[in-house]
Every structure is written in C-alpha cells, then in structure tokens.
C-alpha cells in the first residue's frame, strides 16, 4: 500500500487529495480539498498561502509520493503562469521533504482513471467517486482532479518508475567499455 498526495495546482484554487491504495487493490480516500488564495492578492502572499497549504496537508497526511498534474501549454499565458507557480511550490514543499514528486499530464490521469485520454471533467469525476466509493461526488472539479492525479500514480507510478529503472540498468550493462586511459 502506498500513500499518494495528489495536487491539481492552480493559484485561485489548488486541488489537494490523499489516496492510499495499490494496483489491484481497492482505494481509499484519506483526505479532499483545495488550498484557496484571494485573487485580488498580490503573487507573493498567494504563493505563500499555497505553500502553508500544501505543508499543512503534508504534515496531517504524511504522503511517500507526490503526483502532480503537469502544466501544459493553455491559451491564457496569465493562467499558466499561476498554476505554473503553484505547481513550483507542491514540487519544492515535497522535495524539501524528501518526498519523490512525479508529474502526470491530464490525459494521462484522464485514462488511468477513466479508460480515456480525452474524458471530460464529469467523467472524471464521476469515476473518481466510484473508484473510492464516495457517496458524493467530490467538489469543487480541482479536489477530484486531486484524488484522480492520485490513484493515476497508484496504478502507473510503480509501472513507470520500474521500467525508468529497467531502461536505466541496462543502459550501464550495455555501455561499452571506456578507451584505456580515459575516464568516465
């Protein structure tokens, strides 16, 4: 069993779900919701708010891993920035902690949890409360995407990081050898 914090970063609202399962196993939700800051605030303090935010949920729920959604290019270069910036902040509060933090793109998430990379927000979250057996749907849409970017993690981190590993071992076994005389 792992426990995974997942972060659907933005500014305005931050996502913010812990999911604890294996691949095969059934999940289970420990912890939904989302770090909000005002918008009229200046970038500095809003940043810091997400920072406390995310700190204090790592504090509560003491994740292993950390998922969080990969920025990707929108058409409101502002929204990028923001979310880029709250995406910064859960990396570097993890990382502090020695947390490994592994990036997921929507759709990625989007299969992992509903079979389709091009699902819409309904479709994830209504697989998300059945997944967990949530008698609700969670909300707002940034939690569930939370909890998805989570169990994504649950059900292919471990695949992924394996196969990085493999890749990476035999790329030593099947170096050549270095020329005499020379370092490596």
Do not use: Y
């Amino acid at each position: 069993m792992v426990r995974v914090l997942g972060v659907d970063p933005g500014l305005t609202r931050c996502g913010i779900g812990v999911v604890e399962g294996a691949p095969g196993r059934p999940l289970r939700m420990l912890g939904v919701g989302v770090v909000r800051t005002p918008a009229e605030a200046e970038i500095g303090p809003r940043l810091l708010l997400v920072e406390q935010g995310i700190e204090a949920w790592l504090d509560e729920h003491r994740p292993e891993l950390v998922a969080v959604e990969r920025v990707f290019a929108q058409h409101n270069v502002r929204t990028v920035m923001g979310t880029a910036q709250a995406s910064a902040v859960a990396m570097l509060c993890a990382t502090r902690r020695g947390i490994p933090v592994t990036l997921h793109t929507p759709s990625e998430v989007k299969a992992a949890v509903t079979g389709s990379g091009r699902a819409d927000k309904a479709q994830v979250t209504a697989m998300v409360q059945r997944l967990l057996r949530l008698d609700a749907p969670p909300k707002p849409a940034d939690a569930a995407d939370a909890l998805a970017l989570a169990i994504c993690h649950i059900w292919r981190g471990g695949a992924t990081n394996r196969l990085e590993a493999a890749i990476k071992a035999a790329a030593r076994t099947t170096s050549p050898p270095a020329p005499k005389g020379t370092l490596r």
